[in-house]
């Protein structure tokens, strides 16, 4: 079955990161996957620095290339035209959307993505976030969001992240989902932390997903 999956969520929750991590993932299963940079809120912060290295790895990347910017991130506003059309290419759909509200309603560009029955709508939640903190936040965060199918952990808080971190994080999203009525997929973890340390991996309540950290070369 055709996999369609939104990633959307607040400033820094790691919704990008996550959305590539995804994509590569189902890549990796044999699987044809439409990386879709929708992101039209943070111009500069986009998946144009790094398109070629993830189509190198063998993702169809929706975005905008570097030589057709017009300066420094004013393209990201833009919506690349192909995007609209994101649902008729062949193979699974990732669309990494712009945060916050305003992100979330970017999908309405999408021609027929609400008529998608395969259409999974993710908030990605970084509990370390000021705007996400506590389990009342969170709560009302993703119900400003419009559709949610799924909460995801991301509580990080850099390359300052440790296991107490994680772990009170994961507490906090499991809190706001079951007031919420939604599943948490998974908790997603920076692969350095994952390796070597089994043990902690075993105190997670939710299924636990390994991150390559791509997005700190996207800055530009």
């Known amino acids: 079955m055709r996999i ?26 044999g699987r044809t996957v439409n990386l879709v940079d929708l992101d039209t809120v943070e111009p500069f912060y986009t998946l144009t620095p790094i398109k070629k290295e993830l189509e190198a790895l063998g993702l169809k990347v929706l975005a905008w290339e570097r030589d057709e910017a017009l300066g420094f991130g004013e393209t990201g506003v833009l919506l690349k035209p192909e995007i609209r059309w ?28 609400w008529q998608e029955p395969n259409l999974k709508v993710y908030a990605v939640i970084n509990a370390s976030r000021p705007m996400t903190r506590e389990v009342d ?16 952990n991301n509580t990080h808080l850099g390359d300052e992240t440790t296991w107490d971190v994680i772990c009170d994080g994961e507490e906090k999203v499991l809190r706001a989902a079951k007031i919420l009525g939604l599943p948490v997929l998974w908790t997603a973890v920076d692969q350095k932390l994952i390796n070597g340390n089994g043990e902690m991996l075993q105190k997670l309540k939710t299924p636990v997903k390994g991150l390559i950290r791509y997005m700190p070369k996207t800055f530009w």
Do not use: M
């Open 4 to 29: 369609v999956e939104a990633f959307i969520g607040e400033y820094a929750s790691g919704k990008s990161e996550n959305a590539v991590n995804r994509a590569l993932e189902l890549k990796n299963q």
């Open 86 to 113: 994101a649902l008729r290419y062949p193979g699974d759909v990732i669309f990494d959307v712009g945060y916050g509200v305003h992100g979330s309603r970017s999908l309405n560009l999408i021609e027929g993505i």
């Open 137 to 152: 936040d969170i709560v009302e965060h993703v119900k400003s969001l419009g559709r949610v199918d799924g909460l995801i």
